[in-house]
């Protein structure tokens, strides 16, 4: 017959051990008047450890140990705040602050970037604008040109015409030695015919979108 | 019951929209208050056409308007808009120097072409009033192209250039207002008309430019005073024109409009552009106007000297400047302006018909 090992009896006594070990130790411990003996004296030995432990040794002050250790854990944290960032700050707030700060200077990167490329006119109307609009007097160059970008516009005694896209608005005489015809600056062309019979003058003219 | 029928069959055949196709018609739509009405409209003429990969509308409406209103009407503008067609463009017919009592009709016809791709959707060809003004000078409109500047310009300049003309019939009588007609008339042929292309922003051209100074006719009735203008210049080309104005009247201009003639390296003047702007300005004060734009010629005409003279201003109350006859007289203008549309008109009338039927149209009025 082989024995358990003492070790293992220990561990079966306290009820301890994989469940396969105690199930075979416990089968052995049945048949073994020997090692039930050495299980008895581990058990008597457990039982008399746990009740020496429970009791409170002699001139111990719970409540003031207590109130010492708490004291100590104060001090602790107090110390901590002084040589260190303890306890330890939320750092959200601040993350949320670089965010808008970033987002903050991209909007003016592009900004920059826009009006940079803007043409003249355009930012010189913007800004003309922005000068009515709080009321300052408008000292920039006047230029009241209208836009309709990649269009051209041609007079000529033949027609007048603005072509943009492909895409074209004319007004074609009938008789083009009898037609006057003038461009505005303001983007128009304009066509004059005086009706031969009646006598009637009409003027034709074709824009830039205004 | 034969005839009727034979009546409607009539009708039908007469219908000038039959042959037209009803996406290309224009749309008349003329506010209700409207001191003029549509009495008929014919778009006979109107029509589609495919031109490549695109397609071209011929676009004819002989419009019979007539006077509701209580007050003559002096001229009157329509506005055409193609918005679809032509990206956003728009067009104009002005009918000046007209004398339309209350309850008379008058003729105005629009004529236009119209070129799209094929792909775009048919887009509605809208007819709308811009403008009348009265024989008092007064204007009913939305005036969305500046047609009451336009229009009171016209009609100062007619009534200039009626009174000239009545004036030269009583001092001198028919035959001086015969010679003055014939010299006109002289004038007119031997002004040449010359094409001219304009585009914003920047050119393509990339010859080598140089700075163009404006000489300045110097009208001393003008209550403003162009005093330094630049261009720049390439070849055929003439970029960014800057001004600089300064009103000396002691009322504040609204607006003010530069003539500009074009003088090429053969001593050929050309009457090419007007620049007009919107100015504010104060008694006293001193503006610049500048355009970011570029005028192309003809490739023949070399641009080598620019002369600018006042053609109009407008006052912030309504009244507007035109320059006299005796200003007109100036050599410079003289040779390259046109006449204003009240002259055409009477030269038409004194070719077509004779001495008497407008020595009988200066007493009409």
Same mark, same amino acid.
């Given at each position: 017959?082989?024995?358990?090992?003492?070790?293992?009896?220990?561990?079966?006594?306290?009820?301890?051990?994989?469940?396969?070990?105690?199930?075979?130790?416990?089968?052995?411990? =049945?048949?073994?008047?020997?090692? +039930?003996?050495? !299980?008895? *004296?581990?058990?008597? @030995?457990?039982? &008399?450890?746990?009740? $020496? /432990?429970?009791?409170?040794?002699?001139?111990?002050?719970?409540?003031?140990?207590?109130?010492?250790?708490?004291?100590?854990?104060?001090?602790?944290?107090?110390?901590?705040?002084?040589?260190?960032?303890?306890?330890?700050?939320?750092?959200?707030?601040?993350?949320?602050?670089?965010?808008?700060?970033?987002?903050?200077?991209?909007?003016?990167?592009?900004?920059?970037?826009?009006?940079?490329?803007?043409?003249?006119?355009?930012?010189? =109307?913007?800004?003309?604008?922005? +000068?009515?609009? !709080?009321? *300052?007097?408008?000292? @920039?160059?006047? &230029?009241?040109?209208? $836009? /309709?970008?990649?269009?051209?516009?041609?007079?000529?005694?033949?027609?007048?015409?603005?072509?943009?896209?492909?895409?074209?608005?004319?007004?074609?005489?009938?008789?083009?030695?009898?037609?006057?015809?003038?461009?505005?600056?303001?983007?128009?062309?304009?066509?004059?015919?005086?009706?031969?019979?009646?006598?009637?003058?009409?003027?034709?003219?074709?824009?830039?979108?205004? | 019951?034969?005839?009727?029928?034979?009546?409607?069959?009539?009708?039908?055949?007469?219908?000038?929209?039959?042959?037209?196709?009803?996406?290309?018609?224009?749309?008349?739509?003329?506010?209700?208050?409207?001191?003029?009405?549509?009495?008929?409209?014919?778009?006979?003429?109107?029509?589609?056409?495919?031109?490549?990969?695109?397609?071209?509308?011929?676009?004819?409406?002989?419009?019979?308007?007539?006077?509701?209103?209580?007050?003559?009407?002096?001229?009157?503008?329509?506005?055409?808009?193609?918005?679809?067609?032509?990206?956003?463009?728009?067009?104009?017919?002005?009918?000046?120097?007209?004398?339309?009592?209350?309850?008379?009709?008058?003729?105005?016809?629009?004529?236009?072409?119209?070129?799209?791709?094929?792909?775009?959707?048919?887009?509605?060809?809208?007819?709308?009033?811009?403008?009348?003004?009265?024989?008092?000078?007064?204007?009913?409109?939305?005036?969305?192209?500046?047609?009451?500047?336009?229009?009171?310009?016209?009609?100062?300049?007619?009534?200039?250039?009626?009174?000239?003309?009545?004036?030269?019939?009583?001092?001198?009588?028919?035959?001086?207002?015969?010679?003055?007609?014939?010299?006109?008339?002289?004038?007119?042929?031997?002004?040449?008309?010359?094409?001219?292309?304009?585009?914003?922003?920047?050119?393509?051209?990339?010859?080598?430019?140089?700075?163009?100074?404006?000489?300045?006719?110097?009208?001393?009735?003008?209550?403003?005073?162009?005093?330094?203008?630049?261009?720049?210049?390439?070849?055929?080309?003439?970029?960014?024109?800057?001004?600089?104005?300064?009103?000396?009247?002691?009322?504040?201009?609204?607006?003010?409009?530069?003539?500009?003639?074009?003088?090429?390296?053969?001593?050929?003047?050309?009457?090419?552009?007007?620049?007009?702007?919107?100015?504010?300005?104060?008694?006293?004060?001193?503006?610049?106007?500048?355009?970011?734009?570029?005028?192309?010629?003809?490739?023949?005409?070399?641009?080598?000297?620019?002369?600018?003279?006042?053609?109009?201003?407008?006052?912030?109350?309504?009244?507007?400047?035109?320059?006299?006859?005796?200003?007109?007289?100036?050599?410079?203008?003289?040779?390259?302006?046109?006449?204003?549309?009240?002259?055409?008109?009477?030269?038409?009338?004194?070719?077509?018909?004779?001495?008497?039927?407008?020595?009988?149209?200066?007493?009409?009025?």
């Amino acid at each position: 017959m082989t024995h358990p090992r003492v070790s293992e009896l220990a561990l079966y006594a306290g009820g301890d051990g994989g469940r396969f070990p105690r199930w075979r130790i416990a089968r052995h411990v =049945r048949k073994c008047g020997a090692c +039930r003996a050495e !299980v008895t *004296a581990h058990r008597t @030995a457990l039982d &008399s450890l746990r009740e $020496s /432990l429970s009791a409170v040794p002699p001139g111990v002050n719970w409540d003031r140990l207590a109130e010492e250790m708490t004291g100590n854990i104060r001090v602790g944290l107090a110390a901590g705040e002084c040589v260190g960032d303890f306890p330890v700050r939320r750092r959200t707030p601040l993350l949320h602050w670089n965010i808008a700060a970033s987002v903050g200077m991209l909007a003016l990167l592009f900004i920059a970037a826009f009006l940079i490329n803007l043409p003249a006119p355009q930012s010189r =109307r913007i800004a003309d604008t922005f +000068r009515r609009l !709080v009321g *300052a007097q408008t000292s @920039a160059p006047i &230029s009241s040109i209208s $836009s /309709l970008p990649g269009a051209v516009l041609e007079a000529s005694p033949r027609q007048i015409e603005l072509r943009s896209n492909g895409t074209a608005l004319s007004v074609v005489p009938a008789n083009p030695s009898d037609v006057t015809v003038s461009v505005s600056l303001q983007g128009s062309a304009s066509a004059r015919v005086v009706d031969g019979d009646t006598g009637q003058v009409t003027i034709s003219r074709v824009y830039y979108a205004q | 019951m034969r005839s009727k029928l034979f009546a409607a069959a009539v009708g039908v055949l007469l219908l000038p929209g039959v042959a037209v196709q009803a996406g290309v018609l224009p749309r008349i739509d003329f506010p209700p208050d409207s001191p003029v009405a549509v009495l008929s409209s014919d778009p006979t003429g109107t029509a589609e056409s495919p031109r490549g990969g695109a397609v071209m509308v011929d676009l004819h409406d002989a419009l019979t308007l007539r006077n509701s209103g209580q007050r003559r009407i002096c001229g009157v503008t329509l506005m055409v808009i193609a918005q679809d067609i032509s990206a956003g463009g728009k067009a104009s017919v002005t009918v000046p120097s007209l004398n339309v009592a209350p309850g008379e009709a008058f003729p105005v016809r629009v004529d236009l072409r119209l070129l799209r791709p094929v792909q775009t959707a048919n887009g509605v060809v809208q007819i709308t009033l811009d403008g009348i003004l009265f024989d008092d000078l007064t204007f009913y409109g939305p005036d969305r192209l500046g047609s009451r500047h336009a229009l009171t310009v016209y009609e100062l300049e007619a009534r200039r250039d009626r009174k000239y003309f009545r004036n030269l019939l009583e001092a001198g009588g028919p035959e001086r207002l015969k010679r003055e007609m014939l010299t006109a008339m002289a004038r007119a042929a031997d002004r040449s008309g010359v094409a001219v292309q304009m585009v914003r922003g920047p050119s393509t051209n990339y010859e080598a430019e140089h700075e163009l100074q404006f000489s300045f006719v110097q009208l001393p009735d003008a209550p403003v005073e162009p005093d330094e203008g630049r261009v720049r210049v390439a070849a055929n080309e003439a970029r960014g024109p800057r001004l600089s104005i300064r009103n000396r009247s002691d009322r504040a201009v609204r607006s003010v409009e530069i003539g500009w003639i074009v003088q090429d390296r053969q001593g050929r003047e050309f009457l090419a552009e007007s620049l007009p702007a919107d100015l504010n300005l104060a008694p006293g004060q001193r503006r610049e106007i500048t355009q970011d734009a570029t005028l192309r010629f003809p490739r023949e005409i070399a641009v080598a000297g620019m002369t600018g003279y006042v053609s109009s201003v407008e006052f912030t109350d309504g009244h507007v400047w035109i320059p006299s006859r005796a200003a007109l007289a100036d050599p410079r203008l003289e040779k390259a302006l046109a006449p204003s549309p009240e002259q055409d008109r009477l030269m038409q009338i004194y070719r077509r018909k004779g001495l008497n039927a407008l020595v009988e149209e200066l007493k009409r009025f």
